[in-house]
């Protein structure tokens, strides 16, 4: 069973900076793609930025040029690095990691709150 944890979220100004990161652990297999969805209140969850074990990415139009995923494989943790934070980016912010073992299972994090608020 994966698990994993997040931690980085919080309450910031607008045009602000917020990193969040997301430790996965417990894997009998291999972690393949990572990434981050949100999710504001009352809409649906909505991917933000993926990475695949080869550094390849893939950004939500809304936050390309602003945030930047990465992640390292040794410690199994994806980042996102959030610049020029606007309110609309308020949401909880959701990780997964993709398991290969035989198939392909996704786990998601429990989420972290991000508040862009002056």
């Known amino acids: 069973q994966v698990q994993l944890v997040e931690s980085g979220g919080g309450l910031v100004q607008p045009g602000g900076s917020l990193r969040l990161s997301c430790a996965a652990s417990?894997?009998?297999?291999?972690?393949?793609?990572m990434g981050w969805y949100r999710q504001a209140p009352g809409k649906q969850r909505d991917l933000v930025a993926t990475?695949?074990?080869?550094?390849?990415?893939n950004y939500a139009n809304s936050v390309k040029g602003r945030f930047t995923i990465s992640r390292d494989n040794a410690k199994n943790t994806v980042y996102l690095q959030m610049s020029s934070l606007n309110p609309e980016d308020t949401a909880e912010y959701y990780c997964?990691?993709?398991?290969?073992?035989?198939?392909?299972?996704?786990?998601w994090g429990q989420g972290t709150q991000v508040t862009v608020s002056s």
């Open positions: 997964y990691a993709d398991e290969l073992r035989g198939g392909v299972r996704r786990y």
């Open positions: 417990g894997s009998a297999g291999s972690i393949a793609a």
């Open positions: 990475v695949t074990p080869g550094g390849s990415t």
